[in-house]
């Protein structure tokens, strides 16, 4: 065990280290706190690919360019947050889901409803509204959805 600290630590300055072990316990306190407000405010349908979603479709030409690329840069990062908590402590998966969700690229929606479809983090992220009083969210593409077993039909929207 020494050894291998001594080899970090020739490689990677203690300074650093202290840096990253903090940087690690900062997101994954975020990441409990932020990524569950995330989850319970999304509408129900929004992986639903039969409908389409525009974003900020109201505003001015400009304002619309300036958030988009606001919005790509902060889905990147979160995808780069989740894939770095895939090995330290965090919540990795559904990280990258909202990193996912932020970018902008062809067939992204089709690639979200496939990632959200796992019934592992399908069934989490419903318990999880579930426990807000919201109702699950729904996942279709071409024609066909996928709800949740449990009938959540009496909860909020």
């Known amino acids: 065990m020494n050894a291998w600290l001594e080899i970090i630590q020739s490689a990677i300055p203690v300074n650093v280290l202290v840096g990253i ?4 316990v900062i997101g994954f306190i975020s990441s409990l706190i932020i990524i569950p407000l995330i989850l319970i405010r999304l509408p129900v349908g929004y992986f639903d690919t039969r409908f389409p979603r525009h974003w900020m479709r109201d505003h001015h030409p400009v304002l619309r360019v300036i958030g988009l690329i606001i919005k790509n840069v902060v889905g990147l990062i979160f995808i780069l947050a989740g894939f770095i908590m895939l090995f330290l402590p965090g919540q990795g998966l559904l ?8 970018i902008d690229f062809p067939r ?6 496939k990632l959200i479809g796992y019934p592992k983090i399908f069934s989490a992220i419903n318990n999880l509204r579930k426990k807000f009083g919201k109702s ?4 279709a593409v071409s024609g066909h959805s996928k709800k949740s077993a449990v009938d ?3 909860y909020k929207h």
């Open 95 to 102: 990280t990258i889901l909202i990193g996912i969700s932020l």
């Open 136 to 139: 699950p969210l729904t996942v």
């Open 152 to 154: 959540y039909s009496h």
């Open 108 to 113: 992204k929606r089709e690639l979200e409803a």
């Open 21 to 24: 072990t903090i940087a690690s």
